[in-house]
């Protein structure tokens, strides 16, 4: 089992800017791929940003430009740095972990909350 604890969400004014941070509770060197996902209130969860060990990334369509997904192996740590925040990134946002066995298994944070609005 694999916990990853996120922190850094908060309320913010458009136009701000937030950093979300990830701490799995096992080595980055480990995880296939990290991710970041959202959900807002009636919607289904998305993705925002995934990082694979390759290193590859990809971004929802909505936050290329603005969000940067980011690790950094000494800290162990997984970042989203989120820019140019606009009301409609408001959402409950997760940090993933894909780790590849036998399967593939993903990991869930508990979510932190983002609020954007003036």
């Known amino acids: 089992q694999v916990q990853l604890v996120e922190s850094g969400g908060g309320l913010v004014q458009p136009g701000g800017s937030l950093r979300l941070s990830c701490a799995p509770s096992?080595?980055?060197?480990?995880?296939?791929?990290m991710g970041w996902y959202r959900q807002a209130p009636g919607k289904q969860r998305e993705l925002v940003a995934r990082?694979?060990?390759?290193?590859?990334?990809n971004y929802a369509d909505s936050v290329k430009g603005r969000f940067i997904i980011s690790r950094d192996p000494a800290k162990n740590m997984v970042y989203l740095q989120m820019n140019s925040l606009k009301p409609e990134d408001t959402a409950v946002y997760y940090c993933?972990?894909?780790?590849?066995?036998?399967?593939?298994?993903?990991?869930w944070g508990q979510g932190t909350q983002v609020t954007v609005s003036s």
């Open positions: 096992t080595s980055i060197f480990s995880i296939y791929a």
């Open positions: 993933s972990a894909e780790i590849i066995r036998v399967v593939t298994m993903t990991y």
């Open positions: 990082l694979t060990s390759g290193p590859t990334t």
